[in-house]
């Protein structure tokens, strides 16, 4: 079973820059890959991003390519997301979730969630 949390919500301005971060707690035999959906109100959960066990693969939704940056250490047992450039769309609650599928793009592969963050960008 894992345990994750996540932390760096907050209010900025369209332009500026916002680091998530998600600690997680215990272990699942094999490992897990770690990954990041956002929700706004009224519409559907999407992937936002995705990094492997091992650190070495990333996965990233088109939207957010060449903006934001998925990052594990081990040690710290975190996943961070860095996020520049923010825009107005950008602005929903971040989940942090765990897979032991890989760094598939669903949601339904993901087995553990956090309770979520919230990222608001004003235009």
Do not use: H, N
């Amino acid at each position: 079973q894992v345990q994750l949390a996540e932390s760096g919500g907050g209010l900025v301005q369209a332009g500026e820059s916002l680091r998530l971060s998600c600690v997680a707690s215990g272990t699942p035999s094999g490992g897990y890959s770690l990954g990041w959906f956002r929700q706004d109100t009224g519409k559907e959960r999407e992937f936002v991003a995705a990094v492997s066990w091992g650190g070495g693969r990333t996965r990233y939704a088109d939207s957010v390519k060449g903006r934001f940056t998925i990052s594990r250490d081990f040690s710290k047992r975190t996943v961070d997301l860095q996020m520049d450039s923010l825009k107005p769309e950008d602005t929903a609650i971040y989940y942090c979730a765990g897979s032991r599928f890989g760094i598939r793009p669903t949601s339904e592969t993901y087995d553990y969630w956090g309770q979520g963050t919230q990222v608001t960008v004003s235009s």
